[in-house]
């Protein structure tokens, strides 16, 4: 899928190429795609190698559009923030890289993502679940 998107020999996408590839293969629209891009440039020079592709791919799969979903389903109404208790309630459903999380886990995860602020945005959303997915449970 990568490689249908390179315009250069270089195994790297261009932000526009990767923004292509994501909203076409992920089924995302644009700022959708944004955020996904934002997430995975791990080292923020505006291009997405392949080694930064595979961690989306991993962490992400097929369910990009899924987690979009679930964060909409969860989100207050015209705030742009999940609600927190009904996200808590939705984590105990979510299989992570171990199985289902433990409550401890779950507020684990919240706290640390939503922080003093006490809010989760959409950017911040998709990244807890990208983590979520690969946790195994082990420090």
Sequence with gaps: MFSKYQTSVARRLKKQEALVM???EFALNEIEAQIFFQIFDKDRNEVLSLWEFRQLYQKVG???HEMIQLFHKLEEPATGYVDIWRTFD????VDSGKGKLTEDEIVTFLQTTARNSKT???HTFLNMMSRIKVYTGRV
């Design 22 to 24: 994501l909203m076409n």
């Design 62 to 64: 097929a369910k990009a």
């Design 120 to 122: 989760i945005d959409l």
């Design 90 to 93: 939705a984590l105990t459903h």
